[in-house]
């Protein structure tokens, strides 16, 4: 069994599988790429020759008279969690057939087949084994907290939050409660991961640092160890200079300033550097964050030339 096992064919089968639960996370929380990781202007300047930077503020906002979202996410706490647990039924049953095994309804028999040793995977999570096991425990935690609000009643929902317990053979367990973030970092996590495996979106090092994030902020479900990542936030330097040579930016100096700007929090950025004659801007180069370790080895700047921003 190779990587050849999960084709674009093969990829497209999990796309159709996921149609329905896919369409309604996405319609509810609005997960489009853009919502999530948006493009902002850059918000961190340094003028030629400032002692400190400027750092400025840009938001977003939407204003839908009549939304349905908000009235469906107070009373639709449930839905939305066994469509969460769906996707991810569905990422692991893809998982399994692919590896040979026959498609089972049964939960327990698909648990059992995840835990044998030596399990194919799509490279995006092979290469992620803390991905991986995180998955897993939340499948197999959830598994049973879905089977108590299909079959069961031992579940509440009040203004989005929602209370469940596992009640299998007439044994209730322990309440777990999933408020509004919760149930949205659980919905935003299982959609991004079939974003990422089906190539629509790229799998980012800021990205990556978000699903570690989120995987940490659901461990009251999955009940592994944390991962120990800091909120991460992404944010677009600009560097005004007279030196044409793009290599001599101060990049241990953004960063310092970045990190007292923002304590708690794991801040990775991409770098705009003006280059001015006189007060005359004359070219500018945008070099994004996963490039910025060789920045200083840079030899030719005209591969990262950009349009003078406004």
């Given amino acids: 069994m190779t990587n050849s096992s999960f084709s674009a064919e093969s990829l497209q089968e999990l796309r159709n599988l996921v149609g329905y639960e896919d369409w309604l996370l996405e319609s509810v929380y ?12 850059d918000e961190v300047i340094y003028e030629l020759g400032a002692a400190a930077s400027v750092v400025t503020g840009h938001g977003g906002a939407h204003i839908l008279l009549g939304d349905w979202r908000p009235g469906f996410l107070e009373a639709g706490a449930p839905l939305v969690f066994t469509a969460s647990f769906k996707l991810l039924d569905m990422l692991f049953e893809w998982v399994l057939e692919r590896n040979g095994w026959q498609a089972n309804f049964r939960f327990s028999r698909k648990l059992q087949q995840l835990d044998v040793p030596g399990l194919h995977y799509p490279a995006i999570l092979s290469s992620r084994p803390w991905l991986i096991e995180r998955l897993k425990g939340l499948y197999r935690e959830t598994e049973p907290l879905r089977g108590t609000i299909i079959h069961s009643r031992h579940f509440e929902s009040t203004n989005g939050t929602l209370r469940v317990a596992r009640s299998k053979r007439g044994v209730v367990g322990e309440i777990v409660e999933l408020d509004a973030s919760d149930l949205r970092s659980l919905a935003q996590l299982s959609f991004s991961v079939l974003r990422f495996l089906q190539g629509d979106w790229v799998l980012s090092d800021h990205r990556d640092k978000v699903l570690r994030w989120q995987l940490d902020r ?61 007060q005359i801007a004359v070219e500018a180069y945008l070099i994004l964050h996963e490039r910025l370790p060789q920045l200083a080895t840079i030899e030719d700047n005209s591969l990262f030339r950009c349009d003078l921003p406004a």
Avoid at 30 to 41: D, I, M, R, V, Y
Avoid at 234 to 261: G, K, M, S
Wanted: aromatic share 6%; glycine share 6%.
């Fill in 218 to 278: 659901l461990v009251k479900l999955h009940k592994l160890i944390p991962l120990g990542q800091q909120e991460p936030r992404h944010t677009r330097v600009r560097w005004y200079t007279d030196n044409p040579r793009i290599q001599a930016v101060d990049l241990d100096r953004i960063r310092r300033d970045l990190e007292a700007q923002n304590p708690g929090q794991d801040i990775t950025f991409d770098l705009r550097v003006v280059v001015l004659q006189g």
């Fill in 30 to 41: 609005k997960l489009a790429e853009g919502e999530l990781f948006p493009e902002w202007p």
